[in-house]
């Protein structure tokens, strides 16, 4: 008898155990109580600060650039501080045909030197001899021997040779200057003569950005050399996907992190009408639009320079007191945006209408109200009617 007693109580006991395994128990999931808050919906894009006016000094002509001694930091001053210098390129050198070209036409001048030299000699033999006609004709009209138009005619003879020796004498140093142009046609590397430099000072106080020719050059005309700009006057650029672009106004409030330094306060300046083609780190081709921001807070001195990376964060919505659900209570159902809500201690479906959202919470136009408590990150295992238990918050 005692055996069947025991029996039958080790019966029982693992029935009961095993009815208290398999007995449904609450879910136990994390919940948030619904309230009213301030929600702000805002485009968030990587961007590169800028310094906002960048001066570019180019060659104004074309020569050898002396080795600059400025490097990106130093502080210039508008119009004193010399920035460039520029000598004359020595000539380059001749390959054989243009030699040859050049030492005929060198040998071409001289014999037209030569050839002036013996004009004007003549042109002098002539005026002398003119000049005797001239003498013998005054004696004898003095005499009465020959009339007063022979008298002119000599004297016209005079003048006519004194031009016709100045004419020589011009062509001579004609054919002279000819011939120095063929004789420099032959100067092959050497030093030019005259003043040494042309000097380029700076068009605007600020500092050196960037050197772009540092070393002893030649160059052309409009060769850029160096960047001037003033790193206090910075700007920030962020390019942003189409969609979002077209809720951006300017004047919108932002804010600028993540470049080393505290967030800095920013405004919208502008919008750019037209957007470019980028491709994104995966190969899609992406719609950006351009958007420039001003500081309203000003970063350390010298601490955010030209082209540095920031992340800007450009506010395009606020809402004051709104009834707002956490982003991880909501799930679809169907087409509906729907979240669990706990009643009674159980879980109840409930579709709900959203307006605005962010990154944590979401606008509700109709479905719930401020008090209700919603199920966060609602696991496979919920449905309607199932009981639940608040998990112990820490």
């Known amino acids: 008898m005692l055996r069947r007693i025991i029996l039958i109580i080790i019966l029982l006991a693992a029935a009961a155990g095993l009815i208290w395994a398999f007995w449904p128990r609450p879910l136990v999931v994390e919940t948030e109580a619904i309230a009213a808050r301030d929600i702000t919906v805002a485009v968030e894009e990587e961007g590169k600060s800028r310094i906002r006016e960048v001066f570019a000094v180019s060659a104004p002509i074309a020569g050898q650039v002396l080795r600059n001694n400025l490097h990106p930091g130093d502080e210039v001053v508008k119009d004193d501080t010399v920035v460039v210098s520029i000598r004359p390129a020595a000539p380059g050198l001749l390959d054989a045909r243009l030699k040859r ?15 002036a030299e013996a004009e004007v000699k003549q042109a002098e033999a002539q005026l002398t001899f003119i000049k005797t006609e001239l003498d013998r004709a005054e004696r004898l009209s ?15 003879d005079v003048a006519t040779a004194a031009a016709a020796l100045d004419s020589a004498k011009a062509s001579l140093t004609v054919r002279e200057r000819e011939l120095q142009r063929a004789e420099a046609a032959l100067i092959e590397n050497e030093a030019s003569e005259g003043p040494c430099c042309t000097d380029i000072k700076a068009p605007v106080t600020g500092r050196i950005l960037r050197v772009l020719a540092e070393s002893e050059q030649v160059v052309q005309a409009g060769t850029p050399l160096l960047e001037i700009g003033d790193p206090k006057d910075i700007e920030i650029i962020a390019e942003v996907l189409s969609r979002d672009a077209v809720e951006i106004r300017p004047g919108a409030a932002a804010v600028i992190d993540n470049w080393g330094g505290p967030p800095l306060n920013a405004t919208v300046r502008r919008v750019d009408p037209s957007a470019v083609t980028k491709v994104s780190a995966l190969g899609i081709e992406e719609q950006r639009v351009p958007v420039i921001l001003d500081l309203a807070d000003s970063p350390e001195a ?17 809402g004051k007191g709104r009834v707002a659900v956490p982003v991880a209570a909501l799930f679809r159902q169907g087409g509906d945006w729907a979240v669990y809500t706990v009643a009674d201690g159980q879980a109840a479906l409930r579709l709900v209408q959203l307006g605005r959202r962010n990154a944590a919470f979401a606008e509700v136009t109709s479905g719930l109200d401020v008090g209700d408590t919603v199920i966060l990150h609602p696991s496979d295992q919920m449905a309607d009617g199932v009981a639940v238990t608040p998990a112990m918050q820490d």
């Open 101 to 115: 070209v050049a030492e005929a036409a060198a040998a071409s001048a001289r014999a037209s030197v030569g050839l």
């Open 142 to 156: 003095r005499q009465g021997t020959i009339s007063d138009r022979a008298l002119d005619k000599a004297r016209l």
């Open 302 to 318: 010298g601490s955010l320079g030209d082209g540095f990376r920031v992340v800007a964060r450009i506010t395009v919505w606020e």
